[in-house]
């Protein structure tokens, strides 16, 4: 590429960043014209926009400071990193009945994984087929939210996460794109009785596979060819009981990805094949909530026929415990215990660093989490949080690039964040 049009996509990128700032200010400084609607929300002959931006401050810190444990950005850096930001705005609208459109817009930016930029985060038509105070089916195509656990359809929203940074043992932030949503048609039922609701969603799709994070989370490296998306399936099912008092859920998928080689290339036409199944339960009481999840994945890479890029079929674990207790309405806090091993069968990396000569506790995490809420105003919340980590499983190697500094086994990450949403 020539030194002319790095210059034109480095004006590109520099112009875009200004416009997001811009609009940022534009919405905290009219945050009156925004909310002068009774309803907190600004409705326009039937069309709803919402929207919320956040700006986060990592830190992170080892025992004996020679190594890096960066994390969203130059965390480990004196002055930590504010690499952590977030913008969305969404809409939708329902000109008929039975007949929705919706769409956000989002631009993350979150270290080497997330550089900013806007996306559609979600995009879809949902038509109701059937409805009834007892039942419901209906059908969505176009890119929807991948119905896992019980945050990943709202993951993006700051308000709506238990924390700062969700249990990264199930809501992997290095591959997030690629586990958020997906392109295609999902089929979606409710049913309402005395005894409980019962909502159940499947999706027939093609994973967003684009982006350089997933391509080094299925390939370990970048390459010269691109990944294939390849017709994939998720599914969801949830109990709730006296209105989300007691929730249960099962969820799983079988991703598929294919390998397309560039000229010259030294990768051959590989494929990758992922297969999470979760298992998830929530009870609620007037001032705190319990959650826990569990989630086994089965993980396959064949015939890409290079060294770098050796065939495996392992199975990975995961599981959290989470506690969250309300002072107030301002005030919570939370607790947590997140455990993730890459691989069950090497659950301390040992075979792993003989193999491949690389940490063992690059294949394991095990995260200790504190953390408190202040919902200053209804639209505006300020959160900190602390996590004693064993272990850097979850660490993007974005961020952390194996050839160059290493990481520590024991670390520490401190987080803050301040939120607006209208």
Known sequence: MTASKFSMLNRTSVLKNYLIRIGMLLIM????WINASDTDKKILNGLQIHGFLSQGWTKTTDGDKKEKN????????????????????NASHRPLTNLQFSMQLISRQAGEDSKGGIRIDYGFLDYTVFTSEAKEFGVRIGRTKNPFTFYNDTRDVPFTRPSIILPQSI?????????????????????????????AQFSTVFPQVGDTSTEVGVLGGKSPGDLKTRLSYIGRIM??????????????????????????????????????????????????????????????????????????????????????????????????????????????????????????????????????????TPSIMLRGEYHLVNGTGWLSTLDNPKNEDPTDQHWNLFAVQASYRF
């Open 239 to 376: 109990y709730e009981r006296d209105g989300g008092r007691l929730r249960l859920a099962v969820s799983g998928a079988h991703f598929n990805i294919g390998y397309d080689p560039a000229p010259a290339d030294s990768l051959s036409t590989g494929s990758f094949r992922f297969s999470p199944l979760f298992f998830s339960v929530q009870y609620n009481a007037e001032r705190w909530s319990f959650t826990s999840e569990y989630a086994i994945r089965h993980i396959e890479r064949e015939n890409f026929f290079n060294d770098n890029v050796p065939d495996f079929n392992i199975t990975g674990e995961s599981y959290y415990f989470q506690g969250i207790y309300r002072f107030n309405p301002s005030w919570e806090a939370v607790l947590r215990y997140d455990v993730y091993y890459a691989d069950r069968k090497d659950r301390h990396g040992n075979k792993f660093e003989r193999d491949f000569h690389r940490p063992d506790h690059s294949r394991f995490a095990k995260d200790l989490t504190v953390g408190l809420r202040w919902n200053i």
């Open 29 to 32: 400084q009219h945050s009156s």
């Open 171 to 199: 809501y992997f932030d290095r591959v997030r794109n690629f586990g958020l949503a997906s392109d295609g048609m999902q089929l979606y039922g409710e049913s309402r009785s005395e005894w409980g609701d019962i909502t």
């Open 70 to 89: 960066d994390f969203f950005g130059d965390s480990s850096g004196k002055e930590g990193s504010f690499a952590f930001r977030e913008l969305g705005v």
